[in-house]
């Protein structure tokens, strides 16, 4: 087994902290929009949130029927939507009158701020659709600031080699590779780790952190904790995350500056009170909630 570091830092190694899994969870099939039929992995039961991360669902199918009817308008008012596209195609429009598409390997990040309205649709009728929509909660100060998204092609997503697989840098930074997503509401950093060998890697870690890893392919370790395909391991952040990944492993890591303040939250709507989410309704039925 090969091992990968970063390049050194400033920080005496006798001092690192090692990153652990606190939790292990998996997720509750549903559907959603339309009837897509998905796995909510933050946002059910078991977890319910993790402090900025209010939801985190998974779909994947090449059955059309499990996804075609998309996403049709709706609202969101509060918080960012982050779409990932592992593979397939989906088309999104909104009331700002932007539209686009989000094809394999490509990202969208969205902030809903004070309120958009939008569709999300497949753009194809057969073959498979697979992917993720991540759900990032804003501070009081930013619940209302000017919608807006970032859409960023697959071929725009920086990458960062390794001996044994490849970390693709969605948002943050791995190795002085830096992401282009422009949020800094939370400080976010979004990885999509890929490991063609059976190998290990160390990944930088912020101690101030809330944060996970989901394990979409293969099985990891971390510390004294395994995890296969379909399993979310809930991070206790520290300086270091240790990897010990299986061949044609891969996952996200996504971590986090946790806001620390009140949610309210009905459906697409995540204030920090009822009296925000009750306006946000009378908003939306007014025809207000984007202006």
């Known amino acids: 087994m090969s091992q990968t570091e970063l390049k050194p830092s400033s920080r005496n190694p006798s001092e690192h902290q090692f990153t652990t899994i606190k939790q292990i969870a998996k997720g509750r099939a549903t559907s959603d929009g339309?009837?897509?039929?998905?796995?909510?992995?933050?946002g059910q039961g078991s977890v319910p949130?993790?402090?900025p991360f209010?939801?985190?669902d998974e779909f994947g199918s090449d059955e059309p029927q499990d996804y075609i009817a998309g996403f049709p308008a709706h609202p969101h008012r509060g918080f960012q939507t982050v779409t990932y596209m592992l593979q397939g195609k989906m088309g999104h429009q909104d009331s700002m009158g932007n539209q686009g598409l989000i094809e394999?390997?490509?990202?969208?990040?969205?902030?809903?701020?004070?309120?958009?309205i939008h569709s999300e649709m497949p753009m194809q009728t057969d073959g498979m659709?697979?992917?993720?929509?991540?759900?990032?909660?804003?501070?009081?100060?930013?619940?209302?600031?000017p919608p807006g998204y970032q859409d960023i092609p697959s071929a725009q997503i920086p990458?960062?080699?390794f001996d044994g697989g490849k970390v693709r840098v969605l948002a943050g930074e791995f190795n002085g590779v830096r992401g282009i997503v422009n949020t800094r509401a939370i400080n976010p950093q979004f990885l999509d780790l890929h490991f063609t060998q059976s190998t290990s890697l160390k990944v930088d870690t912020n101690n101030h952190h809330n944060g996970?890893?989901?394990?979409y392919e293969g099985e990891v370790s971390v510390c004294d904790k395994t995890l296969v395909k379909g399993e979310l391991g809930i991070l206790s952040c520290e300086d270091v995350l240790?990897?010990?990944a299986q061949s044609n492993t891969r996952l996200i890591f996504v971590s986090g500056e946790p806001i620390n303040e009140p949610v309210a939250q009905y459906g697409p709507f995540v204030m920090n009170t009822q009296a925000e989410v009750e306006q946000a309704m009378r908003d939306y039925r007014d025809g207000l909630l984007t202006q």
């Open 34 to 42: 339309a009837g897509v039929a998905l796995t909510r992995i933050i």
């Open 49 to 51: 949130r993790i402090d």
């Open 54 to 56: 209010i939801m985190l």
């Open 104 to 116: 394999d390997g490509g990202l969208q990040w969205m902030n809903a701020g004070k309120g958009i």
């Open 129 to 145: 659709l697979r992917g993720f929509q991540l759900w990032v909660n804003l501070p009081a100060t930013d619940k209302m600031s």
């Open 159 to 161: 990458e960062s080699e």
């Open 212 to 215: 996970f890893i989901f394990v």
């Open 242 to 244: 240790l990897v010990n």
